[in-house]
Protein backbone atom coordinates (compact mmCIF):
# COMPACT_ATOMS: atom_id res chain seq x y z
CA UNK A 1 0.00 0.00 0.00
CA UNK A 2 3.29 2.16 0.28
CA UNK A 3 4.21 4.41 -2.39
CA UNK A 4 7.00 6.93 -2.75
CA UNK A 5 7.54 9.27 -5.72
CA UNK A 6 11.23 9.40 -6.27
CA UNK A 7 12.46 13.01 -6.76
CA UNK A 8 9.66 15.29 -5.37
CA UNK A 9 10.27 16.67 -2.12
CA UNK A 10 8.39 19.43 -0.29
CA UNK A 11 11.68 20.86 0.74
CA UNK A 12 13.08 21.70 -2.38
CA UNK A 13 9.50 22.98 -4.30
CA UNK A 14 9.14 25.37 -1.26
CA UNK A 15 12.24 26.91 -0.48
CA UNK A 16 12.27 28.58 -4.00
CA UNK A 17 9.14 30.39 -3.50
CA UNK A 18 9.93 33.63 -1.95
CA UNK A 19 6.35 35.51 -1.35
CA UNK A 20 6.15 35.45 1.93
CA UNK A 21 2.05 35.46 1.96
CA UNK A 22 3.37 31.60 0.55
CA UNK A 23 5.41 30.79 3.71
CA UNK A 24 3.26 29.53 5.89
CA UNK A 25 1.38 27.70 4.06
CA UNK A 26 4.99 25.92 2.68
CA UNK A 27 6.17 25.59 5.47
CA UNK A 28 3.27 23.65 7.22
CA UNK A 29 4.03 21.70 3.92
CA UNK A 30 7.17 21.52 4.35
CA UNK A 31 6.69 19.73 7.99
CA UNK A 32 4.13 17.84 6.47
CA UNK A 33 6.53 16.70 4.62
CA UNK A 34 9.42 15.41 7.30
CA UNK A 35 6.51 14.14 9.34
CA UNK A 36 5.38 11.77 6.45
CA UNK A 37 8.83 10.77 6.04
CA UNK A 38 9.35 9.88 9.18
CA UNK A 39 6.01 7.85 9.00
CA UNK A 40 6.72 6.62 5.79
CA UNK A 41 3.26 5.68 4.17
CA UNK A 42 1.42 8.80 2.53
CA UNK A 43 2.61 11.43 0.36
CA UNK A 44 1.55 14.47 -1.07
CA UNK A 45 2.49 15.62 -4.25
CA UNK A 46 1.59 18.99 -5.77
CA UNK A 47 1.42 18.92 -10.14
CA UNK A 48 1.86 22.78 -10.22
CA UNK A 49 3.35 24.81 -7.22
CA UNK A 50 3.14 28.31 -8.86
CA UNK A 51 -0.51 27.95 -9.96
CA UNK A 52 -1.50 26.07 -6.22
CA UNK A 53 0.57 29.19 -4.63
CA UNK A 54 -1.58 31.80 -6.66
CA UNK A 55 -4.86 30.36 -6.02
CA UNK A 56 -3.60 30.22 -2.46
CA UNK A 57 -3.13 33.38 -2.25
CA UNK A 58 -6.55 34.50 -4.71
CA UNK A 59 -8.65 32.83 -2.07
CA UNK A 60 -6.44 34.48 0.85
CA UNK A 61 -7.24 37.81 -0.42
CA UNK A 62 -11.41 37.29 -0.86
CA UNK A 63 -11.39 36.42 2.54
CA UNK A 64 -12.83 33.11 4.17
CA UNK A 65 -16.86 34.38 3.72
CA UNK A 66 -16.24 33.73 -0.05
CA UNK A 67 -14.76 30.40 0.41
CA UNK A 68 -16.64 26.60 0.71
CA UNK A 69 -15.60 23.47 1.05
CA UNK A 70 -17.56 20.67 -1.82
CA UNK A 71 -16.41 16.93 -0.52
CA UNK A 72 -17.17 13.43 -1.81
CA UNK A 73 -18.08 11.03 0.93
CA UNK A 74 -16.81 7.61 0.57
CA UNK A 75 -12.78 6.87 0.78
CA UNK A 76 -12.60 10.74 0.57
CA UNK A 77 -13.92 12.08 3.59
CA UNK A 78 -13.81 8.15 4.70
CA UNK A 79 -10.23 5.71 4.80
CA UNK A 80 -9.47 3.47 2.09
CA UNK A 81 -8.79 0.81 4.43
CA UNK A 82 -10.24 0.36 7.62
CA UNK A 83 -8.90 -2.75 10.27
CA UNK A 84 -7.21 -4.11 7.68
CA UNK A 85 -9.58 -4.32 5.16
CA UNK A 86 -11.48 -2.09 2.67
CA UNK A 87 -13.34 0.41 4.48
CA UNK A 88 -17.08 0.32 3.54
CA UNK A 89 -19.30 3.09 1.75
CA UNK A 90 -22.53 4.81 2.57
CA UNK A 91 -23.80 1.92 0.35
CA UNK A 92 -21.86 -1.47 1.12
CA UNK A 93 -22.52 -0.94 5.10
CA UNK A 94 -25.99 -1.35 4.76
CA UNK A 95 -27.82 -4.83 6.18
CA UNK A 96 -31.44 -4.90 6.02
CA UNK A 97 -33.27 -7.61 8.18
CA UNK A 98 -33.78 -9.89 5.77
CA UNK A 99 -30.39 -11.36 4.71
CA UNK A 100 -31.69 -12.45 1.70
CA UNK A 101 -31.82 -8.90 0.50
CA UNK A 102 -28.39 -8.26 1.25
CA UNK A 103 -27.92 -10.95 -0.83
CA UNK A 104 -29.65 -9.75 -3.55
CA UNK A 105 -27.69 -6.36 -3.67
CA UNK A 106 -24.25 -8.17 -3.61
CA UNK A 107 -25.11 -9.92 -6.53
CA UNK A 108 -26.16 -6.10 -8.25
CA UNK A 109 -22.87 -5.07 -6.71
CA UNK A 110 -20.89 -8.03 -8.41
CA UNK A 111 -22.50 -7.80 -11.83
CA UNK A 112 -23.06 -4.10 -12.22
CA UNK A 113 -19.08 -2.70 -10.49
CA UNK A 114 -17.15 -4.16 -13.21
CA UNK A 115 -19.14 -2.15 -15.37
CA UNK A 116 -18.72 0.65 -13.52
CA UNK A 117 -15.18 0.82 -14.33
CA UNK A 118 -15.34 -0.50 -18.04
CA UNK A 119 -13.03 1.46 -20.45
CA UNK A 120 -14.98 -0.10 -22.97
CA UNK A 121 -18.37 1.11 -22.48
CA UNK A 122 -19.48 4.43 -23.13
CA UNK A 123 -20.67 7.65 -20.99
CA UNK A 124 -24.41 7.55 -22.11
CA UNK A 125 -24.35 3.71 -21.70
CA UNK A 126 -22.52 3.80 -18.58
CA UNK A 127 -24.82 6.34 -17.00
CA UNK A 128 -28.02 4.21 -18.33
CA UNK A 129 -26.31 0.87 -16.47
CA UNK A 130 -25.71 3.39 -13.11
CA UNK A 131 -29.36 4.68 -13.28
CA UNK A 132 -30.50 0.45 -13.37
CA UNK A 133 -28.31 -0.42 -10.76
CA UNK A 134 -28.91 2.40 -8.38
CA UNK A 135 -32.57 2.04 -9.32
CA UNK A 136 -32.70 -1.89 -8.43
CA UNK A 137 -30.87 -1.32 -5.24
CA UNK A 138 -33.19 1.72 -4.33
CA UNK A 139 -36.04 -0.44 -4.78
CA UNK A 140 -34.57 -3.86 -2.69
CA UNK A 141 -34.23 -1.65 0.12
CA UNK A 142 -37.74 -0.64 -0.09
CA UNK A 143 -39.23 -3.80 -0.58
CA UNK A 144 -36.91 -5.67 2.07
CA UNK A 145 -38.23 -3.64 4.59
CA UNK A 146 -35.52 -1.16 5.35
CA UNK A 147 -36.06 0.71 8.36
CA UNK A 148 -34.92 3.63 10.33
CA UNK A 149 -33.52 1.60 13.24
CA UNK A 150 -31.34 -0.59 10.52
CA UNK A 151 -29.67 2.70 9.52
CA UNK A 152 -28.63 3.05 13.09
CA UNK A 153 -27.32 -0.86 13.65
CA UNK A 154 -26.11 -0.45 9.92
CA UNK A 155 -23.76 2.03 11.05
CA UNK A 156 -22.58 0.69 14.20
CA UNK A 157 -21.74 -2.72 12.72
CA UNK A 158 -20.48 -0.86 9.64
CA UNK A 159 -16.47 -0.99 9.21
CA UNK A 160 -16.01 2.60 8.34
CA UNK A 161 -14.07 5.33 9.53
CA UNK A 162 -13.28 8.58 9.06
CA UNK A 163 -9.63 9.89 8.40
CA UNK A 164 -7.81 11.43 10.66
CA UNK A 165 -8.06 14.93 11.04
CA UNK A 166 -12.25 15.08 9.66
CA UNK A 167 -12.72 16.59 12.69
CA UNK A 168 -10.29 18.71 13.24
CA UNK A 169 -11.03 19.89 9.44
CA UNK A 170 -15.01 20.01 10.29
CA UNK A 171 -14.24 22.15 13.47
CA UNK A 172 -12.12 24.94 11.55
CA UNK A 173 -14.21 25.27 8.69
CA UNK A 174 -17.23 25.95 10.86
CA UNK A 175 -14.92 28.38 13.02
CA UNK A 176 -14.64 30.99 10.06
CA UNK A 177 -18.20 30.34 9.06
CA UNK A 178 -17.34 27.92 5.39
CA UNK A 179 -19.54 25.73 4.75
CA UNK A 180 -18.92 21.99 3.84
CA UNK A 181 -21.09 20.45 1.13
CA UNK A 182 -20.70 16.75 1.19
CA UNK A 183 -22.01 15.36 -2.37
CA UNK A 184 -22.56 11.85 -2.73
CA UNK A 185 -23.69 9.08 -4.86
CA UNK A 186 -23.82 7.06 -1.58
CA UNK A 187 -27.50 7.76 1.05
CA UNK A 188 -27.46 10.72 2.62
CA UNK A 189 -29.25 9.04 5.09
CA UNK A 190 -26.65 7.04 6.25
CA UNK A 191 -23.99 9.19 5.61
CA UNK A 192 -25.20 11.79 8.66
CA UNK A 193 -25.29 8.55 11.12
CA UNK A 194 -21.98 8.19 9.89
CA UNK A 195 -21.57 11.81 10.90
CA UNK A 196 -23.77 11.09 14.25
CA UNK A 197 -22.05 8.01 15.06
CA UNK A 198 -18.23 8.72 14.68
CA UNK A 199 -18.00 12.56 15.23
CA UNK A 200 -20.09 12.38 18.36
CA UNK A 201 -21.90 16.29 17.46
CA UNK A 202 -23.28 18.04 14.68
CA UNK A 203 -21.26 21.08 12.54
CA UNK A 204 -24.19 23.76 11.68
CA UNK A 205 -21.95 24.19 8.49
CA UNK A 206 -22.26 21.02 7.02
CA UNK A 207 -24.54 19.89 4.93
CA UNK A 208 -25.27 16.81 2.38
CA UNK A 209 -26.44 16.71 -1.29
CA UNK A 210 -26.89 12.90 -1.70
CA UNK A 211 -29.51 10.10 -2.24
CA UNK A 212 -32.89 10.66 0.83
CA UNK A 213 -34.92 7.92 2.08
CA UNK A 214 -38.74 8.49 2.99
CA UNK A 215 -40.13 6.94 6.02
CA UNK A 216 -43.65 5.87 7.25
CA UNK A 217 -44.93 6.99 10.37
CA UNK A 218 -43.62 3.27 11.40
CA UNK A 219 -40.36 4.20 10.44
CA UNK A 220 -40.19 2.10 7.39
CA UNK A 221 -38.67 3.32 3.68
CA UNK A 222 -41.08 3.91 1.20
CA UNK A 223 -39.40 5.54 -1.37
CA UNK A 224 -36.75 7.92 -2.19
CA UNK A 225 -36.87 11.91 -3.18
CA UNK A 226 -35.31 14.20 -4.98
CA UNK A 227 -33.16 12.93 -8.38
CA UNK A 228 -31.30 9.98 -7.86
CA UNK A 229 -27.98 10.91 -7.49
CA UNK A 230 -25.43 7.90 -9.31
CA UNK A 231 -22.03 8.31 -10.14
CA UNK A 232 -22.04 9.36 -13.79
CA UNK A 233 -24.22 12.24 -12.73
CA UNK A 234 -22.49 13.95 -9.87
CA UNK A 235 -22.00 17.22 -11.43
CA UNK A 236 -25.47 18.09 -11.70
CA UNK A 237 -27.67 20.53 -9.64
CA UNK A 238 -25.86 19.93 -6.91
CA UNK A 239 -26.46 23.22 -5.05
CA UNK A 240 -30.06 23.02 -5.92
CA UNK A 241 -30.64 19.22 -4.59
CA UNK A 242 -28.94 20.23 -1.04
CA UNK A 243 -30.76 19.31 2.30
CA UNK A 244 -28.87 20.61 5.00
CA UNK A 245 -28.18 17.79 7.80
CA UNK A 246 -29.37 20.18 10.84
CA UNK A 247 -33.08 19.94 9.09
CA UNK A 248 -33.60 16.49 10.01
CA UNK A 249 -32.43 17.86 13.49
CA UNK A 250 -35.96 20.62 13.58
CA UNK A 251 -34.31 23.80 13.47
CA UNK A 252 -36.35 24.78 9.90
CA UNK A 253 -33.86 26.28 8.01
CA UNK A 254 -34.93 27.02 4.94
CA UNK A 255 -32.38 25.38 2.17
CA UNK A 256 -33.04 27.85 -0.61
CA UNK A 257 -32.01 30.41 1.25
CA UNK A 258 -28.67 28.78 2.17
CA UNK A 259 -28.29 27.82 -1.40
CA UNK A 260 -28.44 31.56 -2.15
CA UNK A 261 -25.75 32.33 -0.13
CA UNK A 262 -24.09 29.39 -1.12
CA UNK A 263 -23.45 30.60 -4.87
CA UNK A 264 -22.18 33.76 -3.97
CA UNK A 265 -19.16 31.71 -2.52
CA UNK A 266 -16.83 31.84 -5.44
CA UNK A 267 -13.83 30.40 -4.26
CA UNK A 268 -14.01 26.51 -3.59
CA UNK A 269 -11.78 23.94 -2.09
CA UNK A 270 -12.79 20.42 -3.61
CA UNK A 271 -12.08 17.21 -2.30
CA UNK A 272 -12.56 13.64 -3.85
CA UNK A 273 -10.93 10.33 -4.44
CA UNK A 274 -12.03 10.14 -8.45
CA UNK A 275 -11.38 12.17 -11.39
CA UNK A 276 -15.16 12.14 -11.69
CA UNK A 277 -15.58 14.17 -8.44
CA UNK A 278 -13.92 16.87 -10.33
CA UNK A 279 -17.12 17.45 -11.54
CA UNK A 280 -18.89 18.34 -8.12
CA UNK A 281 -18.29 21.96 -8.67
CA UNK A 282 -19.83 22.52 -12.08
CA UNK A 283 -22.88 23.68 -10.73
CA UNK A 284 -21.06 26.76 -9.46
CA UNK A 285 -19.93 29.76 -11.14
CA UNK A 286 -16.48 29.80 -9.14
CA UNK A 287 -13.44 32.22 -9.57
CA UNK A 288 -10.97 29.77 -8.06
CA UNK A 289 -10.93 26.10 -7.21
CA UNK A 290 -8.08 24.49 -5.60
CA UNK A 291 -8.58 20.36 -6.23
CA UNK A 292 -7.49 17.50 -3.53
CA UNK A 293 -7.31 14.33 -4.88
CA UNK A 294 -6.80 11.48 -2.95
CA UNK A 295 -5.34 8.57 -4.83
CA UNK A 296 -6.04 5.54 -2.38
CA UNK A 297 -5.52 3.02 -4.84
CA UNK A 298 -3.97 1.81 -8.53
CA UNK A 299 -1.67 4.70 -7.71
CA UNK A 300 1.03 3.65 -10.54
CA UNK A 301 -1.65 3.55 -13.43
CA UNK A 302 -3.17 6.58 -11.92
CA UNK A 303 -1.08 8.92 -10.49
CA UNK A 304 0.16 11.13 -13.66
CA UNK A 305 -3.51 11.65 -14.68
CA UNK A 306 -4.29 12.65 -11.13
CA UNK A 307 -1.29 14.73 -11.03
CA UNK A 308 -2.56 16.35 -13.98
CA UNK A 309 -6.19 16.81 -12.65
CA UNK A 310 -6.06 17.93 -9.52
CA UNK A 311 -3.87 21.21 -7.87
CA UNK A 312 -2.88 18.60 -4.76
CA UNK A 313 -3.19 14.29 -4.54
CA UNK A 314 -2.54 12.59 -1.39
CA UNK A 315 -1.31 9.35 -1.49
CA UNK A 316 -1.92 5.92 0.44
CA UNK A 317 -4.81 6.87 2.30
CA UNK A 318 -3.35 10.19 4.08
CA UNK A 319 -4.96 11.42 6.86
CA UNK A 320 -6.43 15.27 6.14
CA UNK A 321 -3.66 16.53 8.20
CA UNK A 322 -2.33 18.81 5.36
CA UNK A 323 -6.05 19.85 4.26
CA UNK A 324 -6.38 21.80 7.77
CA UNK A 325 -3.27 23.13 7.34
CA UNK A 326 -4.07 24.26 3.78
CA UNK A 327 -7.34 25.64 5.09
CA UNK A 328 -5.26 27.42 7.79
CA UNK A 329 -2.93 28.86 5.26
CA UNK A 330 -5.94 30.26 2.65
CA UNK A 331 -7.27 31.87 6.08
CA UNK A 332 -4.77 33.36 7.56
CA UNK A 333 -4.64 37.21 7.62
CA UNK A 334 -1.03 37.07 7.81
CA UNK A 335 1.43 38.48 4.80
MG1 LIG B 1 -15.46 8.53 -3.34
Known sequence: MSYRVNGFTGITLFSTCRKPQFRRYFSCCKQLEMEERANSDSELIIGDRDSLANKIASIRSAGPQKLQVIADFDATLTKFWVNGTRGQS???????????????RQELYDYYHPLEFSPDIGLEEKTKLMEEWWGKVHALLIEG?????????????????????VFELFELLEEKGIPVLIFSAGLGDIIEEVLRQKLHRTFTNVRIVSNRMVFNDGGRLVSFKGKLIHSQNKNEHALDMATPVHIHLGDGDDPNEDNASIKKRTNVLLLGDHIGDLGMSDGLNYDTRISVGFLNHNIENSLSYYRGSFDVVLLNDAPMTEVVKLVSSMCSKEE
Open 90 to 104: SHGLVQQDNPEYDAK
Open 145 to 165: GFTKESIIQSVANGNIAFREG
